[in-house]
């Protein structure tokens, strides 16, 4: 078929292995994309109205619920909002070890979208077990790595999947020295394995799709961003959290429910390619050493890139954690007193699939009164909507409609994106004749 004169639609009605339920519809007239959408249709979950009236604590715990996948950025998110209210600084003990348990999240996250959402693409499978028959010991890898995160997880929060460990001031429980000790032995082990696996991504056959795009991040003064920093772009951006309503918008579409959104009225990337794009110094030197060994080269405007720079974002996580973990000793006071009053708060940390902002207004009672999230996957829908159009261009629209498929879903795979946290209250209007 001639690319110029080439018409048609094609929809995908239901997108495989990401977590949550979308599709994605095309319509192409005379060789060119004239519409495209990427539509999230599950139902909104209403978490922020959820949280109106609930104490600071149920809000720490009910927020991990939004994900299964990254509930961990969701409750540092939320206690880093409400501290900010409630005047408390945590001691750095706290602050040390909720960054290794968010480095336990970054790893299973990660290692999960790796080997069995976005490898199968790259490699020419329909899915995990199919290129695990061919590929047995990299997805074993794959496997402990998920593991041993969701191993350091349960740890700090007494279960892997929605933990209960976490409040305003710091833990509920300190883990003891045993059982840090028998963690770290596994961190050693998972540290080499994650080198390995920077090596493996780095050989997949990526796709050449150099674009231009916004890359957005935290960025701290000294440390690879996890838990605080400012938000920061590779254009200029540099403002506080709290700042973030003043150059972000978001938007709702008809196709849509979950919300878009814009930096200054244009898509935006965040996620672990954006924080390598800007931090790439803020890892440590070995590490960008060994990129250097492999030809890797980082700013990168390759999304396919993104799986490296998952890899990398691991072998971050194994080895803060090993650091931060060092000379472990369990505090006497795992959390500080925390005061009963109302005001603003927000906090903003780094999800594995980019920035997570929250933001809450409590009453004097400490109860919400007002709850607003931004989750990162609402954040890069329109960012994914462009780099749709531009790599099915690039790819080829006189393919047949299966290949277009096919390299379509493995764009939107690319992204990870966690569609199930469309925490937004939708606004409704009714026009009755």
């Known amino acids: 078929m001639n690319h110029d004169t080439r018409t048609g639609e094609i929809h995908v009605p239901i997108l495989a292995r990401v977590e949550g339920e979308g599709a994605l519809d095309i319509r ?243 996620g672990p390619l954006a924080r390598l794009n800007n931090n790439l110094d803020r890892l440590p030197e070995a590490l960008r050493q060994r990129l250097d060994d492999l030809g890797i080269h980082f700013p990168s405007r390759n999304m396919f890139h993104s799986i490296v720079a998952r890899a990398v974002e691991m072998h971050v996580a194994l080895a803060e954690a090993l650091r931060l973990t060092e000379d472990y000793a369990p505090a006497g006071e795992p959390h500080a007193e925390t005061p009963v009053r109302g005001g603003v708060g927000v906090g903003c940390t780094e999800a594995p699939r980019g920035i997570l902002w929250h933001r809450y207004a409590l009453d004097g009672d400490a109860r919400v009164a007002e709850a607003r999230i931004v989750p990162p996957t609402s954040q890069n829908q329109a960012r994914m909507e462009e780099d749709l159009a531009a790599s099915l261009t690039r790819f080829g629209l006189e393919r047949d409609d299966d290949a277009l498929r096919l390299h379509g879903e493995m764009v939107i795979r690319n992204y990870d994106p966690c569609i199930s946290c469309a925490t937004h209250f939708l606004d409704f209007h009714a026009v009755r004749k």
């Open 28 to 270: 192409i007239e005379a060789g060119r994309i004239e519409a495209l959408t990427l539509r999230i249709f599950e139902p909104p979950r209403l978490f922020e109205k959820l949280l109106e009236g609930r104490s600071s604590q149920d809000v720490i715990d009910s927020v991990a619920r939004i994900c299964g996948i990254c509930p961990v950025a969701y409750q540092m998110s939320a206690v880093a909002a409400i501290e900010s209210i409630l005047g408390v600084a945590p001691s750095p003990w706290v602050e040390a070890m909720r960054r290794v348990m968010y480095c336990g999240e970054w790893l299973q996250s990660h290692s999960l979208h790796i080997h069995l959402l976005a490898a199968p693409d790259f490699l020419g499978y329909d899915s995990a077990p199919a290129m695990a028959r061919d590929y047995p010991d990299e997805v074993r890898r794959g496997l402990r790595l998920q593991g041993l995160g969701n191993a350091i997880i349960r740890t700090f929060g007494g279960r892997s999947v929605h933990p209960v460990g976490i409040c305003p001031g710091g833990f509920f429980h300190a883990p003891d020295s045993a059982a840090m000790q028998a963690l770290r032995q596994q961190l050693v082990t998972g540290l080499e394995e994650a080198r390995e696996l920077i090596a493996w991504t780095a050989g997949l056959p990526i796709p050449e799709d150099d674009q231009d795009f916004v890359s957005v991040s935290l960025r701290h003064p000294s440390d690879y961003p996890i838990t605080a920093g400012r938000i920061v772009s590779d254009r200029g951006l540099d403002i506080a959290p709290a700042d973030f309503e003043e150059r972000f918008r978001e938007f709702q579409v008809p196709h849509s429910t979950a919300l878009h959104a814009q930096l200054d009225g244009h898509p935006y990337l965040v």
